[in-house]
Nanobody, 122 residues
């Protein structure tokens, strides 16, 4: 089992920045790829960014250029740096873990955190 806990969400004005963190515990962190997804009420969860255990990354087109995913394996933590935030970025953000290879597909992830709310005011 991998237990994931997100933090760093909050209220920010449009144009501002936030850094989300996801701390993992349980099984060894390193062989796992990590992903960030987001979900608004009544909508499907959507892919934001993912990083493999070797550091390869992928981003949704909607956030590319504004968001950076990174990981610190020594701290068992993955980060999502979000800049130039827009009101449409308002969502609950979830981190997720799967073995080795990153994926943009929600159903390929095995472990999920409880989510952290990000609200961007206009």
């Amino acid at each position: 089992q991998v237990h994931l806990v997100e933090s760093g969400g909050g209220l920010v004005q449009a144009g501002g920045s936030l850094r989300l963190s996801c701390a993992a515990s349980g099984r060894t962190f390193s062989p796992y790829a990590m992903g960030w997804f987001r979900q608004a009420p009544g909508k499907e969860r959507e892919f934001v960014a993912a990083i493999s255990w070797t550091g390869a990354s992928d981003y949704a087109d909607t956030v590319k250029g504004r968001v950076t995913i990174s990981r610190d394996n020594a701290k068992n933590t993955v980060y999502l740096q979000m800049n130039i935030l827009k009101p449409e970025d308002t969502d609950v953000y979830y981190c997720a873990a799967k073995r080795v290879v990153l994926s943009v597909r929600e159903n390929e992830y095995d472990y999920w955190g409880q989510g952290t709310q990000v609200t961007v005011s206009s």
